[in-house]
């Protein structure tokens, strides 16, 4: 919502003072100023000129070429790429050597071979306005005799300023400037009133002319009419014109303008008829018909539902949609005479819902929506739309049509001092409260330690002590609310789930490994690209097609991620990310099975080096009795790869990326590559450490190779080193394979460094012989391993 | 056989001193000495004639001996010192190094920038007696907005610009367009007095640009305890801020709406340059929320606030480009 300082004054003249505090007053009073602008300033070098010849450039199609007279009395030629204006309509002009707002200087320039002498100017390009689809047309608002004038002076326009406020969903008072000017007087404490808007009826009684009933009070508080006559349809004067530009609203004609201006200026829209176009002047409220239709003003037709609110003629047909967008069958047009006045009180919800079904919001309803005032205001808005006609030259008849439906329940709240002053933490007297409450029009009436609050009509969002709470809060001053922080005594912390997986991240990046956080989004077919099934859930209203379906697993992401980087000249990356996958709702279910994933890929690893980061996640989490088994995960190499289970439950897979897999996403080379249910991990078993004595006894150290079938995991082998090696066996590894010729075709050799040690003795040769030859048995007997 | 007597003795110590400060190497200095001192050195064969002697001159030339003896221990051990360090020397010599040419890499991995400010924020928060809750992404209309007191009609709902998810009937599961689902999970689930924050992805139709991402994080604070005021909530924000920021940041609290809390906040940090900057909303929260989730408003009353962690990462490096934040090109995730 915008507000011009002047017409603030209008309602409260006190309001004084350096606009910037005025601002800074508006932002505390929830008004939050967007933008400050200084306006009637005009710019140097902008005339008045009017247009004297159009004609095509000969050479270009988007511009045309114009004959201005800026105030000499001779054609000027300029080239212009606007359309809207005729000959003789009056424009602002900038002349040669004009420095624009923007910063841009006007100079004498050649387009196309034909020279331009200056430049025809848009509302918003001279800061008048929001309007920059075309040259603003000055006609009706200034007069030939101020040709050449400054453009500020050809307007009468003095100095103003103009704020941009944010206006919150429950702000439907501070839809108008009047207001506006209301919050911003009892901010100052400085007197506010409605200047007296009147007018005088003419002859001729509105019952004979038009008629309005309400068939669903659910949907329409209240509906006034009033039928104006004489109307001329032309351009309004210069003052209003420029005020309704200022607010960021095009003038449009004389009706429609004072139409714009009564809902800026009181928040009360309003709808005209061609009273001509409703037979009978007969109007009708109801809900709609499923399936009706109607074409709108934007000459669109509107297929209604039964949720949606119309306005009907006499016979029934729907001509407007209630408190959205009028109908283009009684649409006021040059030769219209009968007006017939529309303003309502429509039922928020139900605006709401339809603005979003129709998906078609307009200034009216977004003033509806929040509920607009549904008490004397429209009356007040009545006489005022009345005055502005009247002095255009219309009449109206004796009477105002007054039809009313189920209006909000204006029964007074109870509210408790005590319970206000525990909300805020302040120490408000109930007098202080009340008189917060009666600057900004509640009603208050003390009795028997609480306060009866009657909510004006013009603040539908108040329903509530706690909202009556807020209002005393705003008047009050945010700022002026004593700080404390709250006396409990919670401890605060991690989970332990929360730690670890800080410890995850944390021993990944020890280990070198970057972290990534590409958004959870994938296009259509990446899945499959990936080597995984596609059952990704989809988005509804996707941003982009490319971000419409959601991962179900971290291996697309990475791919892209390795593939943006390489493209980079950035090849050998190693990353891990750990994030939500959303995987199919299980039966039953709603909402997605969404768990929390870590992956690692390493760009120019291997499964070797993948499986070396399991490990580590291993010994860092004491994970307990972790498995490789042989597999072919979706997407990963199949020979290269296997599932990974932790306890006995599967938690991911280890390996490498399907060389096809990552020759789709444009990565070159081997990846190595992890992922685990990060959540099913960390919530099981893990971590737990126990004491093992340091030995202070010698150990002996051997290493026995094997010679072994290639489809034995060398992890099963390990398996049955360390069961046959008893507690004797205190540390076993893997140091080197061999693959060779000499060895066999199906063979590798597998050769392990093993340590015998105890605690309360050093073994003897003997021992250590016996322990070393049942390992060789067991290897011999369960794998068909022979020591080499 | 050589005779016993101090000449013989001078002697022979000017000739084994003279063969230990002429020796080269340790080598010859150990057989310098062993040639003066060994078992078969003339000093050696001195010292059996002692016997011979009666006892005034045995200990005579017995201490003449000892001293002899001693004074080319040394020599030798003098001499030992001068060839270690000599040797020492040398070695040192051949092991020089240029410490420069050596380009050997230890390679660091890097947080993301996300991580490090979310890190600090649930660090700040954990100090002052909250615990870190979580969520999930997707939601329900329940948990995003009608538990939130924001009613299918509600005009605000329009203004979340809520991403939906093609699960259940249209518009009734969707990407949560923020945190405060978790609110209404947490105060289910568990009885006041409850003090939690609640870090997040959190999603919106906004085209990815210089300073939007349709997926970015956000954090959430509530308080629901016995007393909580507005106070509290504006003494909480300056206490954070002051932690986070530093403590010449000042806060303030302007009015404004959300469904949620009443009364409702927007919340301003100053500038160096003491504007201000809007960091986020908050408020006291809505009797409505509290009742939808079984917690009686007129026993139990709290706060809520919430606000942009991307933002943060943005304004401490001053990125300006936020796609950045999801892009991980390593040169960008490398630099922190």
């Known amino acids: 919502m915008k507000v011009l300082l002047s017409w603030l004054r209008e309602f409260a003249p006190d309001i004084d003072g350096d606009p910037v505090e005025l601002g800074e007053k508006l932002s505390g009073l929830g008004l939050a100023v967007e933008e400050m602008t200084v306006t009637g300033k005009g710019v140097d070098g902008v005339v008045l000129a009017k247009v004297l010849d159009l004609r095509p450039h000969p050479d270009a199609d988007k ?41 841009m200087e006007i100079g004498r320039r050649k387009l196309r071979g034909e020279w331009s002498n200056g430049m025809c100017c848009s509302a918003s390009e001279l800061g008048l306005g929001d309007d920059h689809d075309g040259i603003y047309l000055l006609t009706g608002q200034a007069d ?5 004038s400054p453009i500020n002076e050809a307007l009468g326009l003095t100095e103003d300023i103009l704020w941009d406020l944010e206006v919150n969903a429950n702000r439907p008072d501070a839809m108008s400037v009047a207001g506006v000017a209301r919050d911003l007087a009892a901010g100052l404490g400085i007197p506010f009133a409605f200047p007296e808007f009147s007018f005088s009826e003419a002859a001729g009684d509105i019952a004979d002319s038009a008629k309005v009933e309400i068939l669903d009070p659910t949907l329409c508080g209240r509906f006034l009419a009033r039928v104006l006559r004489n109307v001329e349809v032309g351009t309004s004067p210069q003052w209003l014109s420029s005020r309704i530009t200022a607010l960021g609203m095009r003038p449009i004609n004389s009706v429609v303008d004072i139409s714009n201006y009564v809902m800026l200026e009181l928040g009360q829209p309003n709808h005209t008829y061609d009273l001509g176009l409703v037979p009978g002047g007969h109007l009708r409220v109801r809900r709609a018909n499923e399936g009706e239709t109607l ?49 309502a009180w429509w039922d928020p919800p139900s605006i709401s819902r339809t603005v979003k079904r129709l998906n078609l919001p307009s200034e009216a309803s977004v003033r509806y929506r929040r509920g607009a005032d549904y008490g004397e205001n429209m009356d007040r808005a009545m006489r005022r739309f009345g005055q502005l006609m009247t002095e255009a030259g219309a009449t109206i008849d004796a009477g105002q049509i007054d039809e009313r439906g189920d209006t909000p329940d204006r029964t007074p709240i109870k509210v408790r001092p005590a319970k206000v002053n525990g909300l805020l933490g302040t120490s408000l007297s109930t007098a202080e409260m009340t008189d917060h409450l009666e600057s900004i029009g509640f009603g208050t009436a003390e009795v028997g330690g609480t306060i009866d609050v009657t909510i004006p009509t013009w603040r539908w969002d108040t329903q ?21 922080v709250p006396k409990g005594e919670e401890a605060g912390g991690l989970t332990a789930y929360q730690v670890d997986r800080r410890l995850v991240r944390e021993t990944l990046v020890g280990a070198g490994l970057d972290e990534t956080q590409p958004m959870p989004f994938l296009a259509p077919g990446d899945l499959a690209k990936a080597g995984l099934a596609e059952h990704g859930v989809t988005l509804s209203n996707p941003i982009v097609a490319e971000e419409s379906v959601l991962r179900t697993s971290l291996l697309p992401g990475q791919l892209k991620t390795i593939a943006y980087n390489q493209s980079h000249r950035s090849g050998d990356v190693s990353l891990f990310e750990i994030g939500h996958i959303y995987l199919p709702p299980n039966d039953g279910e709603l909402l997605p099975d969404e768990r929390e994933a870590l992956a690692i890929a390493l760009a120019g690893g291997d499964a070797t080096s993948a499986v070396a980061m399991l490990d580590l996640l291993e010994s860092v989490f004491t994970l307990p009795n972790v498995q490789l088994r042989e597999a072919e995960p979706a997407g990963l190499h199949p020979t290269r790869s296997a599932d990974v289970f932790i306890a006995g439950q ?16 444009g990565v070159a080379g081997r990846v190595g590559w992890i992922q685990l249910d990060l959540g099913a991990v960390l919530e099981g078993p893990h971590g737990r450490r126990n004491y093992r004595r340091v030995s202070k006894f010698p150990s002996s150290d051997i290493d026995l190779a094997f010679v072994v079938p290639n489809d034995v995991p060398a992890a099963s082998v390990q398996v049955t080193i360390n069961k046959a090696g008893s507690d004797l066996l205190v540390d076993c590894r893997l140091f080197d394979t061999y693959r060779g010729e000499s060895l066999g075709a199906d063979v590798r050799s597998l050769t392990y460094s093993l340590r015998l040690q105890a605690t309360d003795r050093t073994l003897t040769d003997d021992e250590v012989g016996q322990v070393r030859q049942s390992i060789i048995d067991a290897v011999a007997k369960n794998h068909n391993g022979q020591l080499r | 056989m050589t005779e016993l007597t101090q000449e013989t003795l001078s002697e022979l110590q000017v000739l084994a001193e003279a063969a230990l400060t002429s020796s080269t190497n340790l080598d010859e200095l150990s057989a310098a000495e062993a040639e003066a001192l060994g078992k ?13 002697l009666e006892p005034e001159q045995r200990k005579e030339f017995g201490q003449l001996i000892n001293a002899t003896k001693s004074a080319i221990e040394a020599t030798a051990a003098a001499r030992r010192t001068e060839l270690a360090q000599a040797a020492r020397l040398v070695q040192l010599e051949e092991e020089r190094l240029d410490l420069t040419e050596l380009r050997e890499e230890v390679k660091r991995g890097h947080y993301h920038l996300v991580t490090q400010a979310r890190d600090r924020l649930e660090d700040v928060f954990v100090a002052m007696g909250f615990k870190v809750a979580e969520g999930p992404e997707v939601e329900t209309a329940w948990y995003n907005f009608e538990a939130l007191n924001i009613p299918d009609w509600h005009p605000a709902r329009g203004s979340f610009d809520t991403i939906f998810v093609d699960l259940g009937e249209p518009e009734e599961v969707m990407l949560r367009s923020h945190t405060s689902p978790v609110q209404i999970r947490t105060m289910e689930n568990q009885k006041p007095p409850i003090y939690i924050v609640a870090p997040g992805r959190t999603f919106r139709t906004d085209v990815a640009d210089a300073t939007h991402l349709p997926a970015f994080n956000q954090i959430e604070g509530l308080v629901i305890d016995r007393g909580i005021t507005l106070g509290d909530l504006a003494g909480t924000i300056d206490a954070f801020v002051k932690a986070f920021f530093g403590h010449d940041v000042l806060t303030r609290l302007r009015p404004s709406y959300f469904p949620f809390t009443e009364p409702s906040a927007e919340f301003d940090i100053s500038r160096a340059d003491g504007s201000w900057l809007e960091l986020g909303g908050c408020g006291m929260v809505h009797p409505n929320v509290l009742a939808n989730c079984g917690i009686d408003p007129d026993e139990w009353q709290g706060f809520a606030f919430g606000f942009g962690i991307d933002r943060l990462a943005v304004m401490r490096y001053q990125l300006d480009d936020i796609r950045e934040l999801v892009n991980n090109d390593v040169r960008f995730l490398r630099q922190f």
């Not at chain 1, 009395?73 to 002009?93: H, K, Y």
């Not at chain 1, 599967?650 to 789709?664: H, N």
């Open chain 1, 63 to 103: 511009i045309q070429l114009v004959d201005v007279d800026a105030g000499d009395g001779e054609a000027l030629q300029v080239a212009c790429g606007a359309f809207n204006m005729s000959i003789g309509d009056l424009i602002p002009f900038a002349t040669v050597g004009t420095v624009m707002p923007n910063g």
């Open chain 1, 295 to 343: 074409t709108t003003l934007d000459d669109v037709e509107r297929t209604l539902s039964s949720i949606d609110g119309v306005i009907a003629n006499g016979v029934d047909e729907a001509i407007g949609i209630a408190g959205v967008m009028g109908g283009a069958s009684t649409e006021i047009s040059g030769t219209t005479t009968d007006v017939l006045l529309e303003m």
């Open chain 1, 144 to 148: 030939d005799a101020k040709l050449g």
């Open chain 1, 650 to 665: 599967k938690r991911g897979e280890v390996g490498e990326v399907d060389p096809a897999v990552a020759e789709a996403f």
């Open chain 2, 40 to 52: 078969k050195s003339a000093l050696t064969g001195l010292k059996k004639q002692l016997g011979g």
């Open chain 1, 464 to 484: 509530t002590e706690t909202d009556v709470a807020e209002e005393v809060a705003r008047m009050f001053g945010y700022e002026n609310i004593v700080r404390t």
